[in-house]
């Protein structure tokens, strides 16, 4: 099926969800250096750095999941309940499955090194980080602090909800961890 896409590509004019199924086609072969390069791409090319989706593949070729892992996350993507508002658009790797510290500071890294020098003015990718830091730590309070004032600045009106919803990400996983350890 990869072959058979790129053999198609100049006959597909949706090129942002050709670029989408050429990254998790890269994704599922274990060819994560391809996957981030697309993925890289979508930002480039599409102004994909609001996209969950196109974020939640991107964190899966960084940590270099299996085939299996990363069926696994889309799954759970597919099936957790999407009842709460709140959380709709905070749907990424880091949010829907448990990750260890380790997991979570490559993450980390990789945003903090690329995307916001790369695009440090996408909302999404200043946000994302403060879901992978722990909320009781001085570097979470500085991030989240740095990130209210930018939001204040600009006058986002859905700032209470976003707060929110990061506050509703932390008592999630803190759960889903209590029920992987206990």
Not at 19 to 36: M, P
Not at 58 to 71: E, H, N, P, R
Request: glycine share 4%; proline share 3%.
């Amino acid at each position: 099926p990869y072959d058979h896409l790129l053999s198609i590509q100049h006959l597909i004019k949706d090129k942002y969800s050709f670029l989408q199924s050429k990254a998790r086609y890269e994704l599922h072969l274990g060819q994560f250096d391809d996957a981030r390069n697309t993925y890289l791409q979508l930002f480039d090319s599409f102004g994909a750095t609001e996209d969950y989706n196109v974020h939640s593949g991107f964190m899966c070729c960084i940590l270099q999941l299996d085939s299996k892992m990363i069926s696994s996350f889309y799954s759970l993507f597919k099936q957790q309940p999407t009842s709460n508002k709140r959380l709709i658009g905070a749907r990424t790797l880091a949010t829907i499955m448990p990750l260890s510290q380790e997991q979570k500071d490559t993450l980390y890294q990789e945003y903090a090194d690329t995307l916001l020098k790369k695009y440090p003015k996408a909302q999404t990718i200043q946000r994302i980080p403060l879901t992978l830091l722990n909320y009781e730590s001085k570097e979470w309070k500085d991030q989240i602090g740095s990130y209210i004032q930018r939001q204040l600045k600009r006058g986002v009106p859905s700032l209470g909800s976003d707060l929110a919803s990061l506050f509703l990400i932390e008592v999630a996983n803190n759960n889903n961890n209590n029920n992987t350890h206990g």
